[in-house]
T-cell receptor, first 109, second 118 residues
Framework: ELKVEQNPLFLSMQEGKNYTIYCNYS?????LYWYRQDPGKSLESLFV?????AVKQEGRLMASLDTKARLSTLHITAAVHDLSATYFC?????????FGQGTRLTINP | DTAVSQTPKYLVTQMGNDKSIKCEQN?????MYWYKQDSKKFLKIMFS???????INETVPNRFSPKSPDKAHLNLHINSLELGDSAVYFC?????????????????FGPGTRLTVL
């Protein structure tokens, strides 16, 4: 059964700094999604990564996938306050997405 | 032009009651899902339907019964509500990919229904 582990679970950082969220998963998956959730809101899709070595970038966020290591990363560059949210990775399992525990990111001025 | 909608947004009820949550999507997707998000933000799939056929039924108490009258709707009925059912329930929809049959495209989530059982 596919298991997913994100770390860190909580991250408090200052504006302007860089940081990386890690997503490890236990079995082969043919795609992996990253989602964002603002407090009290729904989930919004950020990226889908489809192959080994895939890299996607949108603004200050960059996601990558290493299928051999079963690892995806979400890198935040020069963080700004409006990136504060909870970020979930979700590799595709058998007929379903399996979500990580989420990383609650707080960016302080 | 809401893509995935749920009603109600909030639901407060007493233990033992029966309640329903409705979900509709206007994206033309063929697959719909119910997820439960607990107080620690952990998100777990409960059910999925593809073209009105039940595909996934996770280890969910049989007090929970999904119903898909057509591809655009997936409702969730809960009998004999318990305190532990308090959570946010999200509906989502997607399409299958053109690749492996068990693979799906991006899921679009509804706004969520916050259920509080007293």
């Amino acid at each position: 059964e596919l298991k997913v582990e994100q770390n860190p679970l909580f991250l408090s950082m200052q504006e302007g700094k860089n940081y990386t969220i890690y997503c490890n998963y236990s079995t082969t998956s043919d795609r992996l999604y990253w989602y964002r959730q603002d407090p009290g809101k729904s989930l919004e899709s950020l990226f889908v990564l489809l192959s080994n070595g895939a890299v996607k970038q949108e603004g200050r966020l960059m996601a990558s996938l290493d299928t051999k290591a079963r690892l995806s990363t979400l890198h935040i560059t020069a963080a700004v306050h409006d990136l504060s949210a909870t970020y979930f990775c979700a590799p595709q399992g058998a007929q379903k997405l399996v979500f990580g525990q989420g990383t609650r990111l707080t960016i302080n001025p | 032009d809401t893509a995935v909608s749920q009603t109600p947004k909030y639901l407060v009820t007493q233990m033992g009651n029966d309640k329903s949550i409705k979900c509709e999507q206007n994206l033309g997707h063929d697959t719909m899902y119910w997820y439960k998000q607990d107080s620690k933000k952990f998100l777990k799939i409960m059910f999925s339907y593809n073209n009105k056929e039940l595909i996934i039924n996770e280890t969910v108490p049989n007090r929970f019964s999904p119903k898909s009258p057509d591809k655009a709707h997936l409702n969730l009925h809960i009998n004999s509500l318990e305190l532990g059912d308090s959570a946010v329930y999200f509906c989502a929809s997607s399409t299958r990919t053109s690749g492996p049959p068990s693979s799906y495209n991006e899921q679009f989530f509804g706004p969520g229904t916050r259920l509080t059982v007293l």
